[in-house]
C-alpha cells in the first residue's frame, strides 16, 4: 500500500500531547456509545479505538501519520497517565466490590466462583504446555507462564458484566446478584494469583519470590485489619469536616498513590495497592460523593489513555495471515470459553438452580472485556508473554466480552421456545 503523502506539521511535545488527549477521549467516547447502540458494552468500542489507533490499523494504512500522531518520546508519557488512570480505576473496582455481599451469598457463591476459576486455571496450565516451547521467551520459567495462561483464562471483568446487568435489567435478579457476588470473588482470586504470577515474573530466586509473596500477605493484612478500622472512626469521627469540601478527595487520592507505591515496591503490580485500598474505603454518602469525582476524570479522560496505550502495543500483523497462528487464536478462545462457561454452569447446576440459570451464569461468568487487558498489560510490561501472545489474548478477550450479551439473547429464546413448546401441545390436544 502506498503511503499517503501529506505533510504533517511540526509542533511541540505540549501541544501535541493535549491534542492526542483530545482525540483519544471523543474516539473512545464515540466509539462507546455506537457499540451500546448495538447492543454491546461501550468498553467494546473503547478497546476496538486503541487498537484502531494502533500499528495494526492506523500503523498499516498510514505509517507515517501514526508515528507523527504517536511520536516515541511521547509513548513515555501517555503511558505514565495510562498508569494514572489504571491505579484509580482499579480504586473504582476495589470501591464497588461489596465484601458483605460477598460473604452473605456463603456456599453458593463459594462453590460457582472458585469453580469458574479452577476449570479454566486447569484449561490454561494445559495450554501454557502446548505453548510454551513456541511462544515463551527463554528467560521465563514454565511455572511463571503457565500460571499467567490459567490466570487470563480465570477473568472475569467485574465493572463490564455489572454494565451489561444493569443494561438488561437483570442485575436484581437472583442470577444477576449471584453472577456479580462470583465475579467479585473471581477478582479477588484472580488478583491474588496475578500477584503470584508477578512475583515468580520478576523474581530471581524462589527466595525472593517467597519473601514478595510473604510482603503481600502483610501487607493485605495491615489494609484490612489495620488501616480498614482505622478509616472507619476517622469517617465517623469527622465526618462533618470531611463532607462538602477537598479534604476527603485528598485522602483518597494521596492512599491510592501511596497504595500504589507500597506494592509496586514490595514487586507486584501498583493496581493491586490501588483495588485493595478501594477495598478498605468505608462506605457512605460523604465517600460515595468524593469516588464519583475521581471516577470522572479517570473514566473520561484517563482510562482512554489506557485503552490508546494497550492499543499501541497490540498489533495483529504478528498474527497476520498465518493459518497456525490464527488456528492458535481459535484453540485459547475454545479453551478460555469452554472451561469457563463449563465450571460455571456446572457448579451453578448443582447448587440447584435450573438449566436457564446455569447457563446464563455460564455466559456471563466469560465476559473478560477491560480487566483481562489491565491483566494482559502487566504480563506483557514483565515480559511474561510475548507481543504476539499478547495479540492472541485481545483476541479472545474481544470474543468472550462480545459473545456474552448475544449468548443471553440466545439462551433467553431458547428457554422461551421450550417453555412454549408444551402450551402449544396441550393446544393441539385440546382441538
Known amino acids: 500500500m502506498t503511503e499517503l503523502a501529506i505533510g504533517l506539521p511540526a509542533v511541540s511535545r ?15 467516547h464515540v466509539a462507546g456509545r455506537l457499540c451500546r447502540r448495538l447492543g454491546q458494552p461501550p468498553v467494546i468500542g473503547e478497546i ?3 487498537i ?4 495494526s490499523l492506523l500503523g498499516a494504512a498510514w505509517p507515517s501519520g501514526q508515528r507523527w500522531l504517536f511520536p516515541g518520546d511521547l509513548l513515555p508519557v501517555i503511558n505514565a497517565l495510562a498508569q494514572v488512570g489504571l491505579a484509580l480505576f482499579m480504586f473504582l473496582v476495589g470501591y464497588e466490590l461489596n465484601v458483605g455481599h460477598v460473604r452473605s451469598r456463603g456456599r453458593v457463591a463459594a462453590l460457582v466462583s472458585h469453580a469458574s476459576v479452577a476449570a479454566p486455571m486447569i484449561g490454561g496450565v494445559l495450554l501454557a504446555f502446548v505453548m510454551y516451547g513456541r511462544f515463551a521467551d527463554r528467560g521465563i520459567g514454565f511455572p511463571a507462564f503457565a500460571l499467567f495462561i490459567a490466570v487470563s483464562m480465570s477473568i472475569t471483568a467485574f465493572p463490564v458484566l455489572a454494565r451489561i446487568l444493569t443494561d438488561r435489567k437483570i442485575d436484581h435478579t437472583p442470577v444477576g446478584a449471584l453472577a456479580l457476588t462470583c465475579a467479585a470473588v473471581d477478582d479477588i482470586t484472580a488478583w491474588c494469583l496475578l500477584a503470584l504470577a508477578t512475583a515468580l515474573g520478576r523474581g530471581t530466586s524462589w527466595t525472593s519470590v517467597l519473601t514478595t509473596v510473604a510482603l503481600t500477605a502483610v501487607f493485605i493484612s495491615v489494609m484490612m485489619y489495620g488501616l480498614r478500622p482505622l478509616l472507619a472512626r476517622l ?19 494521596a492512599g491510592i498513590l501511596l497504595a500504589s507505591f507500597a506494592t509496586d515496591w ?3 503490580h501498583p493496581i493491586f495497592g490501588a483495588f485493595l485500598f478501594g477495598v478498605v474505603v468505608p462506605r457512605g454518602a460523604v465517600q460515595t460523593a468524593a469516588v464519583e469525582q475521581v471516577r470522572g476524570v479517570t473514566v473520561v479522560l484517563l482510562l482512554p489513555l489506557f485503552f490508546a496505550y494497550s492499543g499501541l502495543q497490540t498489533d495483529f500483523r504478528l498474527i497476520g495471515t498465518d493459518p497456525a497462528l490464527w488456528g492458535w487464536c481459535v484453540l485459547i478462545i475454545a479453551v478460555a470459553t469452554v472451561t469457563k462457561g463449563a465450571g460455571s454452569a456446572g457448579a451453578a447446576r448443582l447448587t440447584g438452580l435450573d438449566w436457564q440459570e446455569s447457563l446464563s451464569l455460564g455466559t456471563l461468568m466469560n465476559c473478560r472485556g477491560l480487566t483481562e487487558l489491565v491483566v494482559l498489560g502487566v504480563g506483557l510490561d514483565l515480559k511474561i508473554i510475548t507481543p504476539t501472545v499478547f495479540a492472541m489474548l485481545v483476541v479472545m478477550t474481544l470474543a468472550t466480552t462480545v459473545l456474552t450479551a448475544p449468548g443471553l439473547t440466545l439462551i433467553d429464546s431458547l428457554a422461551a421456545q421450550r417453555r412454549a413448546t408444551p402450551v402449544q401441545q396441550r393446544e393441539v390436544v385440546a382441538k
Open 14 to 28: 505540549m501541544s501535541h500531547l493535549f491534542l492526542v488527549l483530545a482525540l483519544i477521549m471523543a474516539c473512545c
Open 52 to 55: 484502531a489507533l494502533g500499528p
Open 266 to 268: 514490595i514487586g507486584i
Open 235 to 253: 469517617a465517623e469521627r469527622h465526618a462533618d469536616r470531611l463532607s462538602g469540601g477537598t479534604a476527603l478527595l485528598l485522602v483518597l487520592l
Open 48 to 50: 476496538l479505538t486503541g
